[in-house]
């Protein structure tokens, strides 16, 4: 089954701010204040396409083509926070809200999950793309609950993108800071799943 996800809204601050960050590159000046900004963004998504998570609130949509045979579907991007809603196209053609009475939302596990009650079943959907669409938010929180751990993998890609403008340096420093990355990153690290537990 063929699934999809895209993020509705941008987190509403970074994780890391831009006076950290300058703090760290060392600089006073405010004329690179807009490239390290930029620079913030870009190591907040590596960071989060990394780990396979979301680190400052932010909401997702996660689409399938039906229901799953199963009665759990995880929930990409983690921690999860929340279910907005879970709608679905009906065999008519009618958009419908599956109603919040007929599932759990399990928040504590990771990757949270949707979890079909025993006493509901899924509802038919028509025979489309993306008859079935789950929106939520997920994320630490703000800024201040994002781990530290990743916080400073984000000041090591910011402080080398900024020395580094150019083409990328080859040897031991880059070799080292990667190693750097991926050992603050990789304990806390998602990897890959079929959000309903399903090869096809």
């Known amino acids: 089954m063929t699934w999809a996800l895209v993020r509705v809204t941008q987190p509403a601050e970074e994780p890391v701010t831009l006076e950290e960050a300058k703090i760290h590159l060392r600089v006073d000046?405010?004329?690179e204040d807009a490239l390290i900004s930029s620079l913030i963004v870009s190591a907040r998504e590596h960071v989060e396409g990394f780990q396979g998570r979301s680190l400052v609130t932010q909401t997702w949509r996660l689409s399938l083509d039906r229901f799953p045979r199963g009665r759990v579907i995880r929930l990409p991007r983690p921690p999860l926070q929340s279910v907005t809603s879970i709608t679905y196209i009906?065999?008519?053609g009618n958009q419908q809200m599956l109603a919040p009475g007929a599932y759990d939302v399990d928040a504590d596990s990771e990757p949270g999950r949707v979890v079909l009650k025993d006493s509901a079943g899924w509802p038919d959907t028509a025979d489309m793309p993306s008859a079935v669409l789950i929106t939520y938010e997920a994320g630490y929180g703000s800024a201040r609950a994002v781990p530290q751990a990743v916080k400073?993998?984000?000041?090591?890609?910011i402080g080398h993108w900024h020395a580094n403008r150019e083409t990328a340096v080859v040897g031991s420093t880059t070799h080292e800071l990667s190693f750097a990355v991926k050992a603050l990153l990789w304990p806390d690290r998602v990897f890959p799943f079929h959000p309903a537990g399903e090869d096809t």
Not at 152 to 157: D, G, H, N, S
């Open 90 to 92: 009906d065999p008519d």
């Open 152 to 157: 400073q993998a984000m000041l090591l890609l």
């Open 29 to 31: 000046a405010t004329d």
